[in-house]
């Protein structure tokens, strides 16, 4: 995996995000984040966390009105969303579903090859390490802009509801009755368990993926 080329890792399609943030979110879980390094090589990690949200609840940015920091929403999907957290911290989205109507999924977490559990367990912590900034936002998905995200590799297809935990979404104010969160149960790389969900004894991916 570590060798592979940009060739190896395609990128996910269009269509695979014009659907509505709560399908496209569990779906990602098991995907890929690349990024093409000034060098050439790619810096990839597996999705293993993600939100959805709505345009029509509350825990939106969208919610109350539409402005010029959230305009990258109302696109097209399949492009980057990324938002600046208490004036410090960038947070990385995909718009999904269709124009004018504002639904994104928030990539939480990010697991590593050959790096520790949790280096990229968080939305703050997942942008630093991938270098991802306000210059990414409204950037499509795609190869030719340098960060993408490839579809689940070959011994990661076989990911179903059984593997994923659905929960709340955390970190908000408003609309955390939603169960909009999904994580991959196997990984130690998640940002927060849900509560009674114990921390597994080792990652799977390190065994799944041969790394």
Not at 35 to 44: D, F, M, P, V
Request: proline share 9%.
């Amino acid at each position: 995996m570590a060798t592979k080329t940009a060739q190896g890792l395609p990128a996910l399609p269009q269509a695979f995000f014009a659907r509505p943030a709560e399908q496209v979110a569990p779906d990602l879980i098991g995907c890929l984040l690349v990024k093409r390094q000034a060098s050439g090589e790619l810096l990839w990690g597996v999705i293993v966390e993600a939100e959805a949200y709505c345009q029509s609840e509350p825990a939106s940015h969208v919610h109350r009105r539409r402005s010029p920091s959230n305009e990258t929403l109302f696109g097209e999907p399949g492009r980057f969303y990324v938002y600046v957290s208490y004036g410090i911290h960038h947070c990385v989205n995909v718009v999904t579903h269709r124009p004018d109507w504002a639904d994104g999924v928030l990539l939480r977490a990010v697991a590593l090859p050959g790096e520790p559990d949790r280096v990229a367990a968080g939305p703050a912590m997942l942008a630093r390490w991938f270098g991802i900034d306000r210059s990414h936002d409204a950037q499509p998905v795609h190869p030719d802009q340098g960060l993408w995200i490839a579809p689940r590799p070959p011994e990661l297809v076989g990911l179903g509801d059984a593997d994923l935990m659905q929960t709340s979404r955390i970190g908000i104010s408003q609309g955390q009755d939603i169960p909009w969160r999904w994580y991959w149960r196997a990984s130690r790389s998640v940002s927060r368990r849900a509560k009674g969900d114990r921390q597994p004894p080792y990652d799977e991916l390190v065994f799944l993926l041969g790394l």
